[in-house]
């Protein structure tokens, strides 16, 4: 993480003193932010065992396309997560959303990401965490670190969750997507991006500065 300079965001005020303009920062989460996948290990954590075996009776052949390439990831996680969370309780899920992220994901954080996301802050910027990772665990993770979301955010009907995405899953174009719906890029003198993989790659080119696998690019 080299090169890191505040940009020149400041604005001269109605009153004439010079006043501080917030930058965006924007960052993938897993494989960015964590050192595993948080995803996966979620489904596993948050799923009983009577369901992850007769769901894996229903969606093998989705994990067989997947791993043999033919299927991507953004269209694999829907389904599994439709499997994994339909008809569950919101209130239920979300307690073993507090649990993971106080007994995981507190273990997986990359300690130098999470020093830049601090610096961020510190700086007075907007931060995101804009992911394909799910609502329950993401948001406890980022109310306590302060930080805004958004993701791929599980449908709720009355108490119980659907399994089904609200805006479909948070990858791709559809970060780009979740971005112009939340916000005006415009009112940023720059924006940083971080990512890891090719999903990433839309939010990144939104970006002033962009940083993929923890390497500033040019």
């Known amino acids: 993480m080299s090169d890191i300079t505040?940009?020149?965001?400041a604005r001269i005020s109605k009153a004439g003193t010079v006043t501080k303009q917030a930058n965006l920062a924007l960052f993938d989460f897993d494989g960015t932010l964590t050192s595993q996948d948080a995803y996966t290990a979620f489904l596993f954590y948050a799923t009983p065992k009577y369901r992850l075996v007769l769901g894996m009776l229903l969606v093998?052949?989705?994990v067989l396309l997947y791993k043999m390439g033919k299927l991507p990831a953004s269209k694999t996680r829907p389904i599994l997560s439709r499997v994994a969370f339909w008809q569950r309780s919101v209130n239920k899920v979300n307690q073993i959303a507090e649990r993971y992220n106080q007994e995981f994901l507190s273990q997986v954080i990359r300690p130098n990401a999470l020093e830049r996301l601090q610096w961020h802050q510190q700086q007075g910027d907007d931060v995101y965490v804009v992911s394909a990772s799910?609502?329950?665990?993401?948001?406890?993770w980022c109310e306590q670190h302060g930080v805004k979301l958004l993701c791929?955010?599980?449908e709720q009907k009355g108490e119980r969750y659907t399994g089904r995405y609200v805006y479909g899953d948070c990858s791709l174009e559809n970060k780009v997507k979740a971005i112009q719906r939340s916000l005006n890029l415009d009112d940023y003198p720059k924006v940083y991006a971080y990512g890891d993989t090719y999903e990433d790659r839309?939010?990144?080119?939104l970006a002033n500065e962009r940083y993929f696998?923890?390497?500033?690019e040019a």
């Open 6 to 9: 505040p940009s020149n965001s």
């Open 60 to 62: 093998w052949p989705v």
């Open 134 to 140: 799910l609502s329950p665990y993401l948001q406890a």
């Open 152 to 154: 791929s955010e599980l």
């Open 202 to 205: 839309p939010m990144l080119a």
């Open 213 to 216: 696998c923890w390497r500033k």
